[in-house]
């Protein structure tokens, strides 16, 4: 009968699928299996709900399954949890939407997992605030404690505290977008703590969650002696409301027992007497029964004593009544009353209840700008004490060798990090605790210079003590001002390579010498191995010629590359040594930040990835080690890679002169003026990576985002392309497209690629003909005001028909370009931009064109003759000449 009753419902569902929004595909939803082990993610087979494992947002307990008897009984998520047997407090930190209003469930099993079978008693708190005590008394039955909470920053702290009453363990964590229709508001409070969800006319003993309710809202059956359930026949012209209820629930309705019955009444406890909250109470109806044209349902809502809502129900429609308890009044014992009105002919009814407390979360999280910093240090020294949720509060759970200031939002104010092992370079990140009025880090193993940023970017520094390390060069003025002033208690000792002034690197070898017969064993030792290393090196000259003409990877590299050697993956104390502690920004994006950085002299660009821009980054860290492997004079070289932890970076080569948009727009402080010649020979270099890209690799690479921003100029003005972050190689060599989601820039975006989602070379070739306009005319790719918002393809074609080459070709030029040169380059940009891929030329057509503008240019620059006379035009099939 149960089972009917359900399939009842499900068929009630499909038929109204009008009433709920189509939200079917867990958009919003964040389900976590605790304690599954890494790369076992399923799919619930009785909700259909996708569980991952929770190995990427914790680094500490351990996993452990329940017992057999529990597996079976409960849903798959309820198999491992993970237990917490060592720390006080062991949180997940888990990457959200800030602003966004969450319904967060944490769900608890039991299982008697440990053999002990004694359930134990312990704390959950979200980020500084406790969220509830978790009290388990039977082994058997699964627990959930439910918040609806929106979060101020851009990730969630959950943790589980020791109170010393058994090991604190997690099953499940879910969390379900609940922003929608301005649902579940409230005045003032902004987490409220969801106690139930009751489903009075329910027939069985289900709870309902997914896919019953899109939203995942659980509904527990509840009944009573006094009362009857109703339920609509089947319909499909019953209308939601804001709340989008699942159908199971709103079809079903408890009315009293009696059919003369004048009311219908329930109680319902506190949750935690000693926490006198505001309660939310949120009542959902709908009528279930066919009414008769002379039948009325009318009742009058009370909740403890107090009427304060009068409902008529109709047909069709679902309402939902919010009631807020009066502030300052607290309840032991909860009592709703719906009594019928004399003017109705039918007794009341209720379909759903759901019960909410506001929740004290007065406590503040620590500044976000000092939590990133101080997470980061603890990447860079790999901190292995157990660092874990806010860092500053709840006081009792402050990381270890801080201290913070609570006057407002928390932030720190002291580090203390002595004696840790440390190693590498002063972190940069330290730079960003601003508040900083201590920091410890003595009797360590850190190297290099002092950084100056200690003055410059902590102004409320008063004790710095960096005794007892590897610390070298001279210790910066300003520091020691301070500490002469008395500002600042500055403790440098027993860092033997560190000086006040002078020659420094003198001082050091001064020093390295006296009193030290090791020096002598280590040069000899160093001579033998030197002799040694000639032996290999010619050896491995002789092996590298004769692999030479076979290595088909590396046939476009330019010979003496001096990053050849380079070419790897790094660590991240590599990248934070060779940016020197990330200390000049190159720019910034919303991929990340990209620094400066040097290797063995030689310059490059690090691009550090936010953790939001590498989704799906084991495939994307695939085609990097494959672009490792693509080299050409014209292609930005991919110097290698750091994939350690969170830390996720590109190392480039530096690039000197910026962006082509750059030179083009004028927003560049680098004097070089773009001549025509120089326009050219940048169009010629572009196509050459292009063409290498769809001709020279195998299989073809489309670099699906050719636009002006990603043609880098070095010191020679020499054009590369860059970022080949989006770019697609075909499978097959027998591949005529791609069939791929649309990735590209607006303006540069080939429009038969946009409409269809099917990606060719021809694709690569449209963007590089708006990069060529923009190249002749200096206009922008997209509508431009100037030219009536019109595309920069639209507004020259409508000028090529009119004949005048001098109102396309960039107004700084002055004129001072070849005519015939700037007719001929305009006509392949044109063809570059039809509509039809299959009126489009190959880049290697392209080429050759480009190529022969660029000969004419010279003749020209040369004191040749007329150009028109020098050059014979061989018009490439696939490029119709325009009338001129």
């Given at each position: 009968?149960?089972?009917?009753?359900?399939?009842?419902?499900?068929?009630?569902?499909?038929?109204?699928?009008?009433?709920?929004?189509?939200?079917?595909?867990?958009?919003?939803?964040?389900?976590?299996?605790?304690?599954?082990?890494?790369?076992?993610?399923?799919?619930?087979?009785?909700?259909?709900?996708?569980?991952?494992?929770?190995?990427?947002?914790?680094?500490?307990?351990?996993?452990?399954?329940?017992?057999?008897?529990?597996?079976?009984?409960?849903?798959?998520?309820?198999?491992?949890?993970?237990?917490?047997?060592?720390?006080?407090?062991?949180?997940?930190?888990?990457?959200?939407?800030?602003?966004?209003?969450?319904?967060?469930?944490?769900?608890?099993?039991?299982?008697?997992?440990?053999?002990?079978?004694?359930?134990?008693?312990?704390?959950?708190?979200?980020?500084?605030?406790?969220?509830?005590?978790?009290?388990?008394?039977?082994?058997?039955?699964?627990?959930?404690?439910?918040?609806?909470?929106?979060?101020?920053?851009?990730?969630?702290?959950?943790?589980?505290?020791?109170?010393?009453?058994?090991?604190?363990?997690?099953?499940?964590?879910?969390?379900?977008?609940?922003?929608?229709?301005?649902?579940?508001?409230?005045?003032?409070?902004?987490?409220?703590?969801?106690?139930?969800?009751?489903?009075?006319?329910?027939?069985?003993?289900?709870?309902?969650?997914?896919?019953?309710?899109?939203?995942?809202?659980?509904?527990?059956?509840?009944?009573?002696?006094?009362?009857?359930?109703?339920?609509?026949?089947?319909?499909?012209?019953?209308?939601?409301?804001?709340?989008?209820?699942?159908?199971?629930?709103?079809?079903?309705?408890?009315?009293?027992?009696?059919?003369?019955?004048?009311?219908?009444?329930?109680?319902?406890?506190?949750?935690?007497?000693?926490?006198?909250?505001?309660?939310?109470?949120?009542?959902?109806?709908?009528?279930?029964?066919?009414?008769?044209?002379?039948?009325?349902?009318?009742?009058?809502?009370?909740?403890?004593?107090?009427?304060?809502?009068?409902?008529?129900?109709?047909?069709?429609?679902?309402?939902?009544?919010?009631?807020?308890?009066?502030?300052?009044?607290?309840?032991?014992?909860?009592?709703?009353?719906?009594?019928?009105?004399?003017?109705?002919?039918?007794?009341?009814?209720?379909?759903?209840?759901?019960?909410?407390?506001?929740?004290?979360?007065?406590?503040?999280?620590?500044?976000?700008?000092?939590?990133?910093?101080?997470?980061?240090?603890?990447?860079?020294?790999?901190?292995?004490?157990?660092?874990?949720?806010?860092?500053?509060?709840?006081?009792?759970?402050?990381?270890?060798?801080?201290?913070?200031?609570?006057?407002?939002?928390?932030?720190?104010?002291?580090?203390?990090?002595?004696?840790?092992?440390?190693?590498?370079?002063?972190?940069?990140?330290?730079?960003?605790?601003?508040k900083l009025e201590s920091l410890d880090l003595s009797n360590n193993s850190l190297i290099g210079e002092i950084p100056v940023f200690l003055v410059e970017n902590l102004p409320s520094l008063r004790v710095l003590n960096l005794q007892n390390n590897n610390l070298t060069g001279l210790i910066p003025n300003a520091l020691l001002q301070k500490s002469s002033e008395g500002v600042l208690s500055l403790r440098l000792g027993q860092n033997p390579n560190l000086c006040e002034s002078g020659p420094c690197d003198q001082q050091t070898k001064d020093k390295s010498k006296e009193n030290n017969p090791v020096i002598y064993i280590i040069a000899s030792v160093s001579a033998f191995l030197m002799l040694l290393l000639v032996v290999l090196a010619a050896v491995n000259i002789i092996h590298i010629k004769k692999r030479k003409l076979k290595d088909d990877v590396y046939i476009h590299m330019e010979s003496g590359d001096p990053l050849e050697s380079k070419r790897r993956q790094y660590s991240f104390d590599e990248v934070v040594n060779m940016t020197n502690n990330f200390e000049k920004v190159l720019g910034r994006g919303g991929f990340g930040t990209v620094y400066y950085g040097i290797i063995d002299d030689i310059p490059v660009a690090v691009k550090m990835?936010?953790?939001?821009?590498?989704?799906?980054?084991?495939?994307?860290?695939?085609?990097?080690?494959?672009?490792?492997?693509?080299?050409?004079?014209?292609?930005?070289?991919?110097?290698?890679?750091?994939?350690?932890?969170?830390?996720?970076?590109?190392?480039?080569?530096?690039?000197?002169?910026?962006?082509?948009?750059?030179?083009?727009?004028?927003?560049?402080?680098?004097?070089?003026?773009?001549?025509?010649?120089?326009?050219?020979?940048?169009?010629?270099?572009?196509?050459?990576?292009?063409?290498?890209?769809?001709?020279?690799?195998?299989?073809?690479?489309?670099?699906?985002?050719?636009?002006?921003?990603?043609?880098?100029?070095?010191?020679?003005?020499?054009?590369?392309?860059?970022?080949?972050?989006?770019?697609?190689?075909?499978?097959?060599?027998?591949?005529?497209?791609?069939?791929?989601?649309?990735?590209?820039?607006?303006?540069?975006?080939?429009?038969?690629?946009?409409?269809?989602?099917?990606?060719?070379?021809?694709?690569?070739?449209?963007?590089?003909?708006?990069?060529?306009?923009?190249?002749?005319?200096?206009?922008?790719?997209?509508?431009?005001?100037?030219?009536?918002?019109?595309?920069?393809?639209?507004?020259?074609?409508?000028?090529?028909?009119?004949?005048?080459?001098?109102?396309?070709?960039?107004?700084?030029?002055?004129?001072?370009?070849?005519?015939?040169?700037?007719?001929?380059?305009?006509?392949?940009?044109?063809?570059?931009?039809?509509?039809?891929?299959?009126?489009?030329?190959?880049?290697?057509?392209?080429?050759?064109?480009?190529?022969?503008?660029?000969?004419?240019?010279?003749?020209?620059?040369?004191?040749?003759?007329?150009?028109?006379?020098?050059?014979?035009?061989?018009?490439?099939?696939?490029?119709?000449?325009?009338?001129?």
């Amino acid at each position: 009968m149960r089972m009917l009753m359900h399939l009842l419902f499900v068929m009630l569902g499909v038929v109204t699928s009008g009433l709920l929004v189509q939200t079917q595909f867990q958009s919003g939803f964040i389900s976590i299996d605790c304690g599954l082990p890494e790369g076992k993610d399923y799919t619930e087979k009785s909700t259909g709900i996708n569980y991952i494992s929770d190995t990427n947002f914790i680094d500490s307990g351990v996993s452990k399954m329940v017992s057999n008897e529990d597996k079976i009984t409960h849903q798959q998520q309820f198999s491992y949890l993970r237990s917490f047997p060592n720390g006080m407090r062991n949180c997940y930190k888990i990457s959200v939407t800030s602003g966004i209003k969450y319904l967060i469930r944490a769900s608890f099993l039991y299982g008697n997992y440990d053999g002990l079978n004694e359930p134990p008693q312990f704390d959950i708190h979200l980020g500084s605030n406790l969220w509830d005590t978790v009290k388990l008394t039977n082994a058997s039955q699964s627990s959930y404690r439910e918040l609806m909470h929106t979060p101020t920053l851009n990730y969630v702290h959950i943790c589980l505290v020791n109170t010393g009453n058994g090991i604190p363990f997690i099953s499940a964590i879910e969390f379900r977008n609940m922003d929608f229709n301005n649902v579940y508001e409230t005045s003032g409070a902004t987490t409220l703590a969801r106690l139930a969800g009751l489903d009075f006319g329910s027939f069985t003993n289900l709870t309902y969650r997914y896919m019953d309710d899109f939203h995942d809202r659980l509904w527990e059956p509840y009944s009573n002696d006094q009362w009857t359930q109703l339920h609509n026949p089947i319909s499909n012209d019953l209308r939601s409301n804001d709340y989008e209820l699942p159908i199971s629930v709103i079809l079903t309705a408890a009315t009293p027992r009696n059919a003369n019955g004048v009311s219908l009444d329930f109680y319902f406890d506190a949750l935690n007497e000693t926490t006198q909250q505001r309660s939310y109470f949120f009542l959902h109806f709908a009528e279930v029964q066919k009414l008769a044209p002379n039948e009325t349902r009318e009742f009058n809502i009370a909740i403890n004593g107090e009427y304060f809502y009068n409902l008529l129900l109709t047909d069709h429609f679902v309402l939902t009544i919010p009631y807020s308890s009066p502030e300052n009044v607290f309840y032991k014992k909860n009592n709703i009353s719906l009594v019928k009105t004399e003017a109705s002919k039918l007794p009341p009814i209720i379909n759903a209840l759901e019960i909410y407390q506001a929740k004290d979360f007065s406590q503040l999280e620590t500044q976000e700008d000092d939590v990133d910093a101080i997470t980061n240090i603890k990447k860079v020294y790999r901190v292995a004490q157990n660092w874990q949720g806010d860092p500053c509060a709840p006081v009792a759970y402050m990381w270890e060798g801080l201290n913070c200031n609570f006057n407002g939002t928390p932030r720190i104010t002291s580090l203390n990090l002595s004696s840790r092992g440390l190693t590498g370079h002063i972190a940069v990140y330290i730079s960003k605790l601003t508040k900083l009025e201590s920091l410890d880090l003595s009797n360590n193993s850190l190297i290099g210079e002092i950084p100056v940023f200690l003055v410059e970017n902590l102004p409320s520094l008063r004790v710095l003590n960096l005794q007892n390390n590897n610390l070298t060069g001279l210790i910066p003025n300003a520091l020691l001002q301070k500490s002469s002033e008395g500002v600042l208690s500055l403790r440098l000792g027993q860092n033997p390579n560190l000086c006040e002034s002078g020659p420094c690197d003198q001082q050091t070898k001064d020093k390295s010498k006296e009193n030290n017969p090791v020096i002598y064993i280590i040069a000899s030792v160093s001579a033998f191995l030197m002799l040694l290393l000639v032996v290999l090196a010619a050896v491995n000259i002789i092996h590298i010629k004769k692999r030479k003409l076979k290595d088909d990877v590396y046939i476009h590299m330019e010979s003496g590359d001096p990053l050849e050697s380079k070419r790897r993956q790094y660590s991240f104390d590599e990248v934070v040594n060779m940016t020197n502690n990330f200390e000049k920004v190159l720019g910034r994006g919303g991929f990340g930040t990209v620094y400066y950085g040097i290797i063995d002299d030689i310059p490059v660009a690090v691009k550090m990835l936010l953790q939001s821009s590498v989704q799906g980054y084991q495939e994307f860290l695939a085609e990097v080690k494959f672009f490792m492997r693509v080299h050409h004079r014209n292609l930005t070289s991919l110097i290698g890679y750091c994939n350690e932890d969170d830390n996720i970076g590109l190392i480039y080569e530096y690039m000197a002169n910026g962006n082509l948009n750059e030179h083009l727009s004028g927003k560049t402080t680098r004097k070089k003026f773009l001549t025509w010649e120089d326009r050219l020979q940048i169009a010629v270099d572009v196509a050459q990576g292009l063409e290498y890209l769809h001709s020279g690799c195998k299989p073809p690479i489309i670099h699906r985002d050719v636009k002006c921003t990603n043609i880098l100029l070095n010191e020679n003005f020499q054009a590369k392309l860059a970022d080949l972050g989006l770019s697609k190689s075909f499978i097959f060599s027998g591949d005529t497209h791609v069939s791929t989601m649309v990735a590209g820039t607006p303006g540069y975006l080939d429009p038969e690629y946009q409409t269809s989602n099917k990606l060719t070379e021809k694709s690569d070739v449209y963007s590089f003909g708006v990069v060529l306009l923009k190249i002749i005319t200096g206009e922008a790719a997209a509508a431009s005001k100037a030219h009536n918002n019109a595309h920069i393809s639209q507004w020259v074609g409508s000028v090529v028909a009119r004949g005048d080459i001098e109102r396309i070709v960039d107004p700084s030029l002055e004129g001072d370009f070849d005519i015939y040169s700037a007719w001929k380059a305009v006509e392949v940009a044109m063809a570059c931009v039809s509509i039809s891929s299959k009126e489009r030329p190959y880049m290697r057509d392209v080429l050759v064109e480009l190529k022969e503008c660029l000969a004419v240019e010279l003749a020209r620059k040369n004191g040749a003759k007329d150009s028109n006379e020098l050059v014979t035009m061989n018009p490439v099939t696939e490029i119709s000449p325009i009338a001129r």
